[in-house]
């Protein structure tokens, strides 16, 4: 199975639709808020959500939604990449709650060789999260630098540092 692309893989236009989804529950967006000590009541207080905000209930994190969505791009977009190098915008559309499933996809908008490195070239892409409805909630651009695949093909191809076994 491939894990990301070498620059001419990558074609102005195409959409990678990532897969699988996934279902947040309230122990991810706990988690997640914690571990990056946002303590907001929003996200961790359902007392507090249900009384004094416009949504009744508890709204997951945005940052997390946009971490998810680029963990889910790995595979399909910078699973080669050597370098992230800007996002360039991070749109939270709408929001999400305990129990939606979040689906991804990822729209190459441009790509430009290095003009410095003749083995890798800038990948300029925008990924798009959604609920189970269809509803998007989460937009980002951003560029990525990946190698050629002579690049890859010198450090070792598909699996590179994979070790072979013996006894």
Known sequence: MQFGRYFEEFEVGAVYKHW????????????????????????????????????????????????????????????????NLEVESLKHVKPTFHGDTIYGETEVLGKTPSKSKDDRGVVYVETRGYKQDGTIVCTFRRKVMVPKRAYGEARGGEQPARPVPHE
């Open 20 to 83: 699988p989804g996934k279902t947040v529950t309230e122990y991810d967006d706990h988690l997640f808020c914690l571990l990056t000590m946002n303590h907001h009541p929003l996200h961790l207080d359902a007392h507090y959500a249900g009384e004094t905000t416009d949504f009744g209930k508890n709204v997951v994190v945005g940052n997390y939604i946009y971490s998810l969505l680029l963990g889910m791009s790995v595979p399909d977009v910078s699973g080669k990449a050597i370098a």
